[in-house]
T-cell receptor, first 116, second 116 residues
Framework: AQKVTQAQTEISVVEKEDVTLDCVYE???????LFWYKQPPSGELVFLIR??????QNEISGRYSWNFQKSTSSFNFTITASQVVDSAVYFC?????????????FGKGTHLIIQP | DGGITQSPKYLFRKEGQNVTLSCEQN?????MYWYRQDPGQGLRLIYY???????QKGDIAEGYSVSREKKESFPLTVTSAQKNPTAFYLC???????????????FGPGTRLTVL
């Protein structure tokens, strides 16, 4: 069975601090995809990144960066110089299989609070 | 604008009544999904469909039913058999991946169902 663990239920930092959200996953598949989504107070999930299991390169997009380490089954997300608009719930998710489109397994989410 | 619409945003029903949640997409995506989110929890997969007139159960399908008569529409019925129907329901869609690829899912704004 697949599983995604986001151990940090809630994180609160002051604006401009860097913050890292942890994600640990379990799967028996050799091919899989990992995702991060942002859920602002409005409720709609916003896609942030997709990473496949064969690509361990770290990725940077503006203030966001992702660290994928297959050896530790982790896919951590870092926000540099956080802003109040980054306040949201962030979900890490794992594809059920290497192909097709049969749904995602989500972690329970990390509620990030950025204080001004 | 292309996207996913869900209606209504808020829905109230009396215990013992069936209720249908609407989900429409104009992204020309093949696959559609329904997830349920409870407070402080991640999303859990209810049903998904990869093609018209075909759908599969997800992790928590009991008490729910779906149909996929058109590519752009994937309504979810919450039946009276669902023991705890009060939740936030999110619909999503995606392009089907080729080979072992798995594409990101795009989400609608959600419907918050409350059983009185």
């Amino acid at each position: 069975a697949q599983k995604v663990t986001q151990a940090q239920t809630e994180i609160s930092v002051v604006e401009k601090e860097d913050v890292t959200l942890d994600c640990v996953y379990e799967t028996r598949d050799t091919t899989y995809y990992l995702f991060w989504y942002k859920q602002p107070p409005s409720g709609e999930l916003v896609f942030l990144i997709r990473r496949n299991s064969f690509d361990e390169q770290n990725e940077i997009s503006g203030r966001y960066s992702w660290n994928f380490q297959k050896s530790t089954s982790s896919f951590n997300f870092t926000i540099t110089a956080s802003q109040v608009v980054d306040s949201a719930v962030y979900f890490c998710a794992l594809s059920h299989s290497g192909g097709g489109a049969d749904g995602l397994t989500f972690g329970k989410g990390t509620h990030l609070i950025i204080q001004p | 604008d292309g996207g996913i619409t869900q209606s209504p945003k808020y829905l109230f029903r009396k215990e013992g009544q069936n209720v249908t949640l609407s989900c429409e997409q104009n992204l020309n995506h093949d696959a559609m999904y329904w997830y349920r989110q409870d407070p402080g929890q991640g999303l859990r997969l209810i049903y998904y469909s990869q093609i018209v007139n075909d759908f599969q159960k997800g992790d928590i399908a009991e008490g729910y039913s779906v149909s996929r008569e058109k590519k752009e529409s994937f309504p979810l019925t919450v039946t009276s058999a669902q023991k705890n129907p009060t939740a936030f329901y999110l619909c999503a869609s995606s392009i089907l991946g080729k080979g072992s690829s798995y594409n990101e899912q795009f989400f609608g704004p959600g419907t918050r169902l409350t059983v009185l």
